[in-house]
């Protein structure tokens, strides 16, 4: 079996410079983001997920090289789930201990069968995720906000810029799916 879809161009930019200039495809400027209010952030799209999810052809690539809204609701779920862990591991580890470990957004779509899965359950599965990492952004401590995170290929988050950077995926692909 494949773990990449030969119709889609895997994604391989480093999207961290985001977090200095604006994203010329969606608006996105991290400097109008509150990372303190992330997590009402996250409630406010859920509804906006549901109803990309309930139309009818959600499942249908608008074009064979992008993925369909469900495809980018499934990536969008499990990027909620992701950053729930990665938050914990910033909040919880020594200090400076906080590694991630790489992700291949595009092998798993592959392996988890994106296109396959049902908008209904993808609903619920993307809001419980939503709720748990709006819970656990709430939960920062205010003197935690400065604490360190690497991810796997050098980039250093601190939790402030991590809840930043976390929010331009979702607002981005909100942009894609014109949610």
Known sequence: MSTVDESIVPDDKDWTWVLQEPCAECGFRADDVDPRG????????????????ARPDAAVRRRPDVWSDLEYACHVRDVLVLFAERLRLMLTAD??????????????????????????????????????????????????????????????????????????????HLADVDG
């Open 38 to 53: 992330v997590a009402d952030m996250v409630r406010a799209c859920l509804p906006r997920w549901q109803q990309v999810l």
């Open 95 to 172: 200090e400076g201990e906080a590694r991630f470990a790489n992700w291949d957004q595009d092998a798993t779509a592959v392996e988890q069968r994106y296109a396959e899965q049902d908008p209904g359950v993808v609903a619920r599965e993307l809001t419980a995720a939503g709720e748990q990492l709006a819970e656990a952004f709430d939960a920062v401590p205010s003197d935690a906000w400065g604490r360190v995170g690497l991810r796997s290929d050098g980039s250093v988050f601190t939790v402030e810029t991590f809840a930043q950077y976390f929010w331009h995926d979702v607002a981005h």
